[in-house]
C-alpha cells in the first residue's frame, strides 16, 4: 500500500503537481509529499496549477507579514531555495532560506548590517564611558589633592611664611627655623635658671672674657679665633670650633651662676664637649 503511495506521487509529480495538490488529491500528509519528491530528485518542479509568479507574490506576503522589518528583494525559486531580503532601518540586502516563513520556524530575522552597527555602537558607548571615567578620576584626584594641600598648609611658627607640610604635626617651615626656635626656648630657660641661682654679672662679655683669659682656652689649653666663623646664604652666623665662648665652670643646671668667678674662655667645640658636666677631660687641642 505504501509503495503503491509513492509511485502515484512520483507520478503526480512529475505531471508537475505542486505538493499541496498532491497531498490533496491523495489524502496524505503534504510532508511525506515533499520526503517522496526529495529522494527521487524531484524537487524544483514546477506545478501547472501554480505559475512561478504567483508563487512569488505569495510567499512575498507571507514572508512581509511575518518579518515587517523586512520586505522581499529578489531571488525566489520555491519554499526551499534560498532569496534575497532588504532590510527596511538601514537598507542592507542579505540572503536567506525561505524556509524562514515556515509557521513551525519562530526564529526571530536579524539584519547582518544592524547587528554590526548595534556592536560597533557599543563599543563606541563603552568607550565613550571609559573616557568619562577618567575624566572623573582625574577630577576627583584634583580635588583630593586640593583638600589635602588645603589641611597641610600651616604657617611657620618662626618666620611666619606661609607652606605645606608633610603631616598636621610639623610647625615650622625648615630646620633653620626649627633650631632657631629651639636656641631660643633654650636661652630663655637658661635666663630662668640663672635668675634662680644667684646673682647675675650683667657685665660680663666675651670680649671682656677674651681679655682676662688672653685668649687661652682653659679646657685644651689652645689659643682661640675670633674669625672662625662664616656667614650662610640667609645670613645666619655659624661658628667654627676654634671660635671663642663662655663656660660656666659649674653648669647653670646644677646651680652655677653667671658671675666672674664662674666664667672662663673656651673653645665652641670644647665647650660643647664639655656640656653640662663638672669633671671633664682634657681635650686635645
Not at 532590510?87 to 532560506?97: A, F, L, S, T, V
Not at 536579524?110 to 554590526?116: A, G, P, S, V
Not at 582625574?138 to 611658627?157: A, D, F, P
Not at 665652641?268 to 669633671?279: A, L, Q, W
Amino acid at each position: 500500500m505504501s509503495e503503491d503511495i509513492d509511485k502515484k506521487i512520483i507520478r503526480l509529480r512529475k505531471q508537475k503537481k505542486g505538493y499541496r495538490a498532491i497531498a490533496t488529491a491523495l489524502g496524505i500528509d503534504k510532508d511525506r509529499v515533499r520526503y517522496v519528491c526529495q529522494r527521487q530528485g524531484l524537487v524544483g518542479i514546477m506545478a501547472e496549477t501554480e505559475t512561478h509568479e504567483c508563487r512569488e507574490k505569495k510567499f512575498k506576503r507571507d514572508f512581509e507579514n511575518k518579518f515587517p522589518g523586512f520586505s522581499y528583494h529578489s531571488g525566489f525559486k520555491d519554499r526551499e531555495s534560498p532569496f534575497y531580503c532588504k532590510c527596511r532601518i538601514c537598507g542592507h540586502i542579505q540572503e536567506r532560506n525561505a524556509q524562514c516563513v515556515k509557521p513551525s520556524r519562530h526564529k526571530e530575522l536579524q539584519c547582518d548590517n544592524c547587528k554590526e552597527l548595534i556592536k560597533s555602537r557599543k563599543k563606541l558607548i563603552i568607550t565613550l564611558c571609559n573616557i568619562n571615567d577618567e575624566k572623573v578620576k582625574e577630577q576627583n584626584n584634583i580635588i583630593k589633592e586640593k583638600e589635602r594641600i588645603k589641611k597641610l598648609t600651616r604657617i611657620c611658627q618662626e618666620c611666619g611664611k606661609v607652606f605645606i607640610g608633610t603631616s598636621k604635626k610639623k610647625k615650622y617651615c625648615s630646620i633653620e627655623c626649627a633650631n632657631r626656635k629651639r636656641n631660643r626656648i633654650k636661652e630663655i630657660r637658661k635666663r630662668k635658671r640663672l635668675k634662680k641661682n644667684g646673682d647675675i654679672d650683667w657685665d660680663i662679655t666675651l670680649n671682656k672674657l677674651i681679655e682676662r683669659d688672653k685668649n687661652v682656652c682653659h679646657i685644651c689649653g689652645g689659643r682661640c679665633d675670633e674669625k672662625d666663623y662664616r656667614l650662610d646664604s640667609k645670613g645666619n652666623f655659624i661658628v667654627g670650633p676654634d671660635y671663642p665662648s663662655i663656660d660656666h665652670v659649674l653648669p647653670i643646671s646644677k646651680g652655677g651662676t653667671h658671675t666672674w668667678s664662674n666664667v672662663k674662655l673656651a673653645h665652641h667645640y670644647c665647650n660643647t664637649i664639655k656640656s653640662d658636666n663638672e669633671i671633664y677631660v682634657k681635650c686635645n687641642g
